[in-house]
Structures are given as structure tokens and as C-alpha cells.
């Protein structure tokens, strides 16, 4: 009886444990398509080139670079070409806002933004439910992302999806590899210095 107890409970967990792996294995597909089918096949390379230049000052070779006041200051900086196709992401889900790239630490997601922020803790983009979730911003933010502070909301997925990994900032030469982030929304893209 305790054995049949026992191979029971053996069988429930496993169950369970194949749930799981069927939710984390569907909210990553279903993101590595996004990134596939709605972002620019030189995106990488463009950011990589984008900040050396940056970190070295200078301007990236081949570049049509822009005027602008920055710190009251004016700077040059390169053209850059906006690899997110925002048209055919907001046929899919209306509710995006943007598109998140760390690339350090290889995350590339869309951000959305709802009146609340309950609905995509475990809402893909896509609308499925998952325990995934999507990238969300904070509903009390402006969605051109003008605001002092924005807060985007992510989960911190075992699998090492969604924020999983944004840890491994903590190690060094993590942080050396890249020292920025990238926000690109359909009017602008921002550049952002990690400091902290």
C-alpha cells in the first residue's frame, strides 16, 4: 500500500514537472519566433558597432551620424535604422509599446502596456495563457517612454527566460561585454547606460 502510495505521488510530480516544461517551452517559442520574425537580421552587429563607437567616442565608419543637444551640449551620433517591425507586431497585439534588448545577456522581447498591471503576468504577447507572461510596463507610465522613471515588469524564469538572467550582470565581465540596453519604440530608439 505504501509503495502504490509512493509510485502515486512519484507519477503526480512528474505530471506536474511536464506542466511546467510544456508552459516554459511554449512562452519561449513563442518569443524566439517574435524575435525572429519581427526583428532585423543585422540587429546585433548593429548595437555591437553602436557601442564600441559610444564607449570609444566616435563615430561608426559608413554612418550618416545627427545632430543633437545632448547635456546642453551638442553631439554627433550615428543614423541607426529602426530592426523592429512595429506595423505587423501591432496587427498582432495592439497593446505594444516597444521592444527590449540587453544584449549582454541575449534578452530580446516586446514590451506591452494595458491599464493594469495584472493582465500579462501571465498573458503571453500573443494573448495565451502562460506562466511566462510578457514584458509589461508599468500602466501608470506614458507608453513613449518620456516619463523620469519607467518601470518594466518581467519575470525572473528559472529556464533563464524573460529577466532569468539579469543576475548575471553581478559578474564583471558580463557587464564588460555590454554595458547598455536598448529600448526601440516606433517613433525612437533609446540607448541606455547601465550604471547600477
Known amino acids: ?11 503526480f510530480s512528474g505530471y506536474q514537472l ?21 526583428t532585423g537580421e543585422d540587429e546585433t552587429e548593429d548595437l555591437a558597432a553602436l557601442e564600441e563607437a559610444d564607449d570609444q567616442a566616435q563615430s561608426v565608419a559608413g554612418r550618416e551620424l545627427v545632430t543633437v543637444v545632448e547635456n546642453g551640449q551638442e553631439v554627433s551620433l550615428p543614423v541607426m535604422n529602426n530592426p523592429i517591425n512595429f506595423a505587423e507586431l501591432s496587427s498582432v497585439n495592439s ?48 507608453p513613449d517612454f518620456t516619463d523620469q522613471n519607467t518601470i518594466i515588469y518581467g519575470h525572473n524564469m528559472r529556464n533563464g527566460s524573460m529577466f532569468g538572467t539579469l543576475s548575471d550582470f ?10 547598455y540596453f536598448w529600448i526601440f519604440t516606433p517613433d525612437f530608439i533609446y540607448q541606455y547606460r547601465i550604471f547600477s
Request: aromatic share 16%.
Open 95 to 142: 497593446d505594444i509599446v516597444g521592444w527590449i534588448r540587453i544584449r549582454a545577456l541575449d534578452i530580446s522581447y516586446p514590451v506591452v502596456q494595458t491599464e493594469d498591471n495584472d493582465y500579462y503576468l501571465h498573458t503571453t504577447f500573443e494573448g495565451a495563457s502562460n506562466i511566462a507572461g510578457c514584458i509589461f510596463m508599468n500602466c501608470y507610465n506614458k
Open 18 to 38: 511536464y506542466g511546467f516544461y510544456r508552459e516554459y517551452k511554449a512562452g519561449t517559442d513563442e518569443y524566439s519566433g517574435l524575435a525572429n520574425d519581427y
Open 1 to 11: 500500500l505504501l509503495m502504490l502510495a509512493a509510485l502515486a505521488v512519484f507519477c
Open 170 to 179: 553581478q559578474d564583471e565581465e558580463v557587464y564588460n561585454k555590454s554595458k
